[in-house]
């Protein structure tokens, strides 16, 4: 099995180039398809997310889109709103996530193997506050994603940090901080959230968001990690 993991898209249209050139069995977007601080116009973000649905439609089982904390302010059930956020395109986003939701094309959580993908990352402390088990830990993450959201939204936490530093954080807003101190065990994390310079391998977790700084991306072959790069 051939994955690539793909950080931060924010209307990014670099997996394009990435998905012609590489070979690969599975590729997975981390999330966070709309907002951004580049010049990338609202029309370029909506457009660049429904090329990104249909990709998926055209490569089910080739495709995995992750969501993000940027993807899940738009939500209608979620009253609350993070940096970045488009109010003049609420509407527009929400008529693209929902049905994508509804079709069960966007998910929160995909595992492989001993490799976890999220867009943040999934502390025990989360886990153990919303009765998921390790042992299905993919499949409960998404389950509580399509049954019940709200546990997902932005919480001060016990060190009311603003940036989403603490272990009760969701899986759309942890920080690798806290994430390195309270990861749940026998998982490899793949996640993207904070941006990185280069990207960042451990032993323990590793940070993808790097499309808008070095460019690369994650290639995992046959238990095999190496570093790609899309420009």
Not at 70 to 84: P, Q, V, W
Not at 132 to 150: A, D, G
Request: hydrophobic share 35%; with cysteine; glycine share 6%.
């Amino acid at each position: 099995m051939r994955i690539i993991a793909l950080g931060d898209t924010h209307g990014r249209t670099d997996w394009k180039q990435i998905t012609s050139n590489e070979k690969f069995d599975k590729v997975v977007f981390i999330g966070d398809y709309f907002d951004t601080y580049e010049d990338i116009s609202p029309e370029q973000q909506k457009e660049n997310f429904k090329d990104i649905i249909a990709y998926k439609k055209a490569n089910m089982n080739k495709v995995v889109l992750l969501f993000g904390n940027h993807d899940f302010h738009y939500l209608r059930s979620i009253n609350e709103t993070y940096s970045g956020y488009q109010q003049w395109q609420k509407t527009d986003i929400q008529e693209l996530l929902h049905p994508a939701i509804d079709a069960e094309l966007l998910q929160m959580c995909f595992v492989w193997q001993n490799m976890l993908f999220c867009h943040a990352g999934v502390t025990q402390t989360w886990c153990e506050n919303n009765l998921v088990q390790k042992e299905f830990v993919e499949q409960s993450i998404n389950e509580l994603f399509k049954y019940k959201p709200n546990v997902f939204r932005f919480t001060s936490g016990r060190n009311h940090s603003p940036y989403g530093d603490d272990v009760e954080q969701s899986p759309i807003w942890v920080r690798p901080n806290s994430l390195l101190r309270d990861k749940i065990e026998g998982f490899i994390q793949v996640v993207g959230h904070t941006t990185q310079n280069k990207l960042v391998i451990t032993d323990d977790i590793i940070l993808i968001d790097t499309l808008g700084t070095s460019g690369e991306y994650l290639i995992w072959d046959n238990f095999q990690l190496s570093v790609g790069k899309g420009f």
